[in-house]
């Protein structure tokens, strides 16, 4: 019966010895999992920064383009009322030349 128990003991401290060999190699596993996983954490935080800061610099661009795009709507209209006003002006005188012409042929009449 000693022996019996004695094999049985020897079964369980090995057992004992696998366990323990084997939660050892889960441990080590488990940090460098947990090591990967930290650095993919650093990772995505500085990929997120990166993108915060790639929006912020677009949103600005966005600002400034929409500010140019302003001035040059207005220009644009500056330069349409200055044309139109010009067309005008045209108008006049060329109606003042016309004018000009009849009297210049009522006299030679």
Do not use: G, P
């Amino acid at each position: 019966m000693t022996q019996e128990i004695n094999n049985r003991l020897d079964r369980v401290e090995s057992a004992l010895i696998a366990l323990a060999e084997e939660s050892q190699a889960l441990r080590q596993e488990l940090r460098a999992n947990n090591s990967r996983l930290d650095s993919l954490i650093e990772h995505l935080y500085t990929q997120r920064d990166v993108v915060a800061l790639d929006v912020v610099d677009i949103k600005d661009e966005l600002h400034e383009l929409k500010e140019v795009t302003k001035q040059q709507s207005a220009t644009a209209d500056r330069y349409a009322i200055s044309a139109q006003l010009q067309a005008e002006t045209v108008k006049i005188q060329a109606e003042n030349i016309r004018i000009m012409i009849e009297a210049l042929n009522l006299k030679q009449a």
